[in-house]
Every structure is written in C-alpha cells, then in structure tokens.
C-alpha cells in the first residue's frame, strides 16, 4: 500500500499482511483451505486474483523462517529499511491492522539512488512478498556494511557498450 505502514513496522519491530477478513490464518492448514475461505470471503475477486492474492499468503505465512532478511519499502522517503526475521509467524486478534505478522530486527535503511538500476528494478516487483535475486541481495549486504558494491557483470558490461558507442558517435 505504497508504503504507508513503513513507520509503524519499523518502531513495532515488524512485518505483516493484512488480509483482516480471513482471520488467524493458522486455521487453513492446506492451501486449498486457504483458496476456499479466500473466494467465500472475497467473491468478486477474479480467478487471476484468487491465485495471486493466496500465493503471496501462503508464501508469507509458511515460507519465511527466523533468520530470513526481509526489505520493505517506503516510496516517500525513498528508502528500503533492512532486516532479519525474529520469530515465527503470529496472530494477534487485538491488533486493529495487521494481525498476522513477524518480529523483525530491523538491521539499517538504504536509499535506492545507491542501489544499481538493475537492482532498483529487481525490487520494483509488484508482488507482496517475493526472493531478492542473489545479486541485488550481495549489493545490499555490500552497501549497508561498508564495503564497496560490485557491480554486477550485466551492468558493467552495458557501460562499456555505452561508452564505446558514445566513443564511436565522436
């Protein structure tokens, strides 16, 4: 949701969905459990919505483990906040918002303009939750502890196309 709950995770220490009608989602303990409750819940959603919409449930709610790093987004601010996955997946009936989340040590932020094109783009995706390619995840890891980011060899190589029909043009 264009980030907007980016402040309220980072100071709660969290990551959440929030598909508030379905309730604890421990209750669906197969994906076509899930699928079922989903389509009752929400009926005017379209099947290519259903599978999209389940997916990223299930993957959010059986697929991230302690120890798992996590990147959120904040378009306001133009800044990604970095962390690593603290607990196991939890339902709190209490909470307003978000009820089914993760705790989170939230480790450091990183603008994008530090990030490569190729590495901005990879994190652009339109999916909730989905992997960090193994080179956008080493440019993290390299810019948010110091060291210098090696830029992946795709980008490397169009800068030298770039330049060498740049230098052709003249």
């Known amino acids: 949701r264009g980030g907007a709950e980016f402040e309220e995770w980072r100071s709660a220490g969290l990551v959440a969905v929030d598909w508030f009608d379905l309730g604890d989602l421990t209750q669906y303990g197969t994906r076509e459990l899930l699928t079922e409750a989903y389509k009752k819940t929400y009926p005017s959603?379209?099947?290519g919505q259903v599978i999209n919409h389940v997916g990223q449930i299930w993957r959010f709610w059986h697929?991230?483990?302690?120890?798992?790093g996590v990147v959120v987004y904040n378009p306001a601010s133009g800044v990604y906040a970095i962390g690593e996955v603290q607990?196991?997946?939890?339902?709190?009936?209490?909470?307003?918002?978000?009820r089914t989340f993760y705790k989170v040590?939230?480790?450091s932020e990183l603008e994008r303009a530090k990030l490569t094109v190729e590495s901005r783009n990879r994190l652009?995706?339109?999916l909730?939750?989905?992997s960090v390619a193994p080179d956008t995840a080493k440019e993290i890891e390299d810019?948010?502890?110091?060291?210098?980011?090696?830029?992946?060899?795709t980008t490397e190589e169009f800068e030298t196309i770039k330049e060498?029909?740049?230098a052709r043009a003249h």
């Open 128 to 130: 909730t939750i989905f």
């Open 87 to 98: 607990s196991t997946a939890q339902f709190d009936p209490a909470r307003p918002a978000f």
């Open 164 to 166: 060498d029909v740049a």
């Open 45 to 47: 959603q379209t099947a």
């Open 63 to 68: 697929e991230l483990k302690i120890g798992d």
């Open 143 to 153: 810019l948010t502890s110091g060291q210098p980011s090696v830029v992946s060899s």
């Open 124 to 126: 652009g995706s339109v």
């Open 105 to 107: 040590a939230w480790r």
